[in-house]
Structures are given as C-alpha cells and as structure tokens.
C-alpha cells in the first residue's frame, strides 16, 4: 500500500482532501503536515486534528511545519482567506475541541524520515504553500530521489492566477520554496494547479446528500462546505459551485488517469510583477526527461463520481 503525507493550511477544501485521503481504499495516510495560508499555522493545525476526529482517524499524528515563508518573519492572513473559508477556516462550523495534541517532532523532520523509510512508496501532496517540503529538501537533499512522488495543488500555466493575474495562492504564498521545489531534476512532481481545478466544480445537490445522511460527519462537511459554495457565489468567483481544488491532488496522485498532462521543465517567477508565476524553464526546452507533469484537462465527471462514493460512504459511517 502506498503511504500518504497531506501538507495543509486547513481550509474548506483541504478539509474535503482529508476526507478524500482517509477514504480512498489503496492507501495509508500515515500523517498531515500543517501549513500556513487559508488560516495561521495554529489554526490550520487544530482544524486538521478536529476533522480526523470527526472522522474516527485519531492515530493520524499532525505535525507542525513552518509558520511563514523562508523570505518573511511573520504572516498575516488574507481577508479574502477568510471570506472565502470563514474565519475559523472551516465555513465557521464549530466542532468539538480536539483530545490529541500536535506531535513534538517538526514537520519537516517528519518528511526526512518518511522519505528514508517508505522511499518510493511514499506520495506527498502538498495542498497550501511548499515552505516545508523546500525546507526538507534543503535539510536533507538525498530525499528527492528516494520520493515515490509529490503531487501538489498550486499553480496555473495555461489560466490566469487567483491571487494576481500571475500568481495562484499556494504558490504566492511562498514562490521562493515553490520554484525550490519545482526545480528539483530528481524530484518526481504532478502539478494540479487552476487550469484544471477551476474546472471542478461542487454543488449543495451534492452537499445535501451528505446532509440526508444524518450523520454528524455528514452535517459538519455539507455546512463546511455550503459556506464555501456561498462565498463562490457571493464573491463572484463562480456562480455554479465550488473548486475541488485540494481533494482533486489527491485524487489525481492515487489515480492520474483523472487528467491529462504535459511533461516540462518548470520554474516559479520569484521576483517582480509576476510573482508567483509557474512557468516552463526556457533554459531546459531541450532537455529530454522533465521532472513536471502539468495536469492540463481534467475528466471532472468520473473524477466527480469518486469523490462522490469515497466521501458519501465516509460520511455514512461517521
Ligand atoms: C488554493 O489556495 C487555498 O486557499 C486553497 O485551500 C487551495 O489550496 C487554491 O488556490
Ligand atoms: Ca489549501
């Protein structure tokens, strides 16, 4: 079975790539890694612990990594974070006060010694900023080769950016770590960035199924969720539901078939106007064998029908 690390800054849907992962039948998620960005590190943190709570996975250890960017001292949430994923991050539901606590080990050591014991078994999905993968790679650079594979929600190559026309928000966050990444010839990486997840969209025809439940699970992610589906509304992000843009990485590292992709040599722009830009490396056009797959379409219907029976079922049993 392969293993699975989850790095959020929980969020709507990285709560949504929790239940994905916890639901999938052929993996292991052996461990979440917090992150900053939707919310402060604190929060991210306790939000993914109350969630494995809510869904029975309480020998799932979180780990704190990194709590602003390599080139900060300090982060401040955005506001439109907030609008968007309430201003607890998770819609404004509140659940129970979690009974674990976060692990005293860093994140980032918790990725080097996963990367030597699980080697190529090990899929890493990062879901927020790349601050700490960056930083483990920087700590230890022997990890890249031995990854199975980082599959990471960020990024826009064929679309424009949703925090600046160039720059997605995982990727602004931190573009200095993400091209750190990115760059990496030994590290095997899917970018599932907008110009596939925009594409994805959920609805409360699919919210209310898991309210009819009657399942608190079921109730807790349909009204995480519509808060999420309303700000999409109200903000004018997109009238017809919400991106799945976090639990589609997931999906598309247990099962890249979901999309199709192009394979280059990527860099992150990080000085300047773009900002945050994710872009083929013109240095590299001709260099053969490059380490990025781009997801450029996406089969959003099957994709939207297993996501549909892995998290319905989840939630019937919660
Ligand atoms: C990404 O930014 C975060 O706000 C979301 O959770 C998602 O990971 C979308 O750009
Ligand atoms: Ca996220």
């Keep these: ?8 800054d929980t969020g709507v849907d990285d709560a949504l790539a929790i239940a994905y992962a916890t639901a999938a039948p052929d993996v292991d998620l052996i461990g979440i890694v917090s992150s900053y960005g939707n919310n402060l590190i604190d929060v991210c943190a306790q939000n993914s612990l109350k969630l494995l709570e809510l869904l029975g996975q309480t020998d799932v250890p979180v780990f704190k990594g990194l709590a602003h960017s390599s080139t900060t001292d300090h982060f401040d949430v955005m506001q439109v974070s907030l609008d968007i994923h309430g201003k607890n991050g998770i819609g ?3 659940l129970p006060a979690p009974q674990r606590q976060v692990e005293s080990q860093s994140g980032v050591d918790f990725y080097i010694e996963a ?8 899929i890493i999905v990062p879901t927020g900023p790349m601050t700490n993968l960056a930083a483990a790679l920087k700590k230890d650079p022997e990890i890249a080769k031995l990854i199975g594979n980082v599959t990471f929600m960020g990024g826009a190559l064929t679309v424009e950016g949703n925090v600046t026309g160039a720059a997605e928000a995982n990727i602004h966050q931190d573009a200095e770590a993400a ?3 990115l760059s990496n010839p030994d590290l095997p990486l899917t970018m599932v960035g907008l110009d596939v997840t925009l594409r994805t969209l959920l609805t409360k025809r699919e919210t209310q199924k898991w309210r009819d439940l ?17 700000a999409y509304y109200n903000l004018d992000i997109d009238k017809n539901g919400c991106a799945l843009h976090d639990p589609l990485a997931v999906g598309v590292s247990l099962d890249p078939s979901f999309v199709k992709t192009i394979s280059l040599f990527m860099k992150v722009v990080h000085e300047g106007p773009n900002y945050g830009r994710t872009i083929g490396n013109n240095a590299k056009l001709n260099d053969p064998n490059p380490n990025v797959k781009v997801a450029v379409n ?13 998290l319905t079922k989840l939630f019937s049993q919660h």
């Design 1 to 8: 079975k392969k293993k699975m690390i989850l790095d959020l």
């Design 92 to 94: 404004e539901v509140q």
């Design 115 to 122: 990367a030597h014991k699980y080697g190529q078994d090990l």
């Design 179 to 181: 091209n750190t990444v």
């Design 214 to 230: 009657g399942t608190a699970a079921g109730k807790a992610y349909a009204d995480i969720t519509d808060f999420y589906i309303d």
């Design 298 to 310: 996406v089969d959003k219907d099957r994709y939207l029908q297993t996501f549909m029976n892995y």
